[in-house]
Nanobody
């Protein structure tokens, strides 16, 4: 059974840090992507990490989180390190994997596996 399980959400004050984890089971993950959906907002891509040649990895980030968030992975788990959190980062965060070829990294419809979501709340 294909599954992604997330953990690590919570509440933090602005300027603080959190680390989210996402573990895959039942399939071999290709890309790991992170999305979020804030209150009354559309879902947006946060970050993605692809395996590269020779053990290298390719990452990219959404503009709002560049320089503050870092995505990493090992074989079956991805991590999203979130530093200098802002109130606007408040959202439910989802990990996704098993991306179909083609399309932009932040096109959610290209991913077949999704985590259950974890709430991140940033207060001032």
């Amino acid at each position: 059974q294909m599954q992604l399980v997330e953990s690590g959400g919570g509440s933090v004050q602005a300027g603080g840090s959190l680390r989210l984890s996402c573990t895959a089971s039942g399939f071999t993950p290709n890309a790991f992507a992170w999305f979020r959906q804030g209150p009354a907002k559309e879902r947006e891509g946060v970050a993605v990490i692809f395996p590269g040649l020779g053990g290298s990895k390719w990452t990219t980030y959404g503009d709002p989180v560049k320089g503050r968030f870092t995505v990493s992975r090992d074989e079956n788990t991805s991590y999203l390190q979130m530093n200098n959190l802002k109130r606007d980062d408040t959202a439910v965060y989802y990990c996704a994997s098993k991306k179909r070829p083609g399309g932009s990294w932040d096109a959610g419809e290209r991913y077949e596996a999704w985590g259950q979501g974890t709430q991140v709340t940033v207060s001032s």
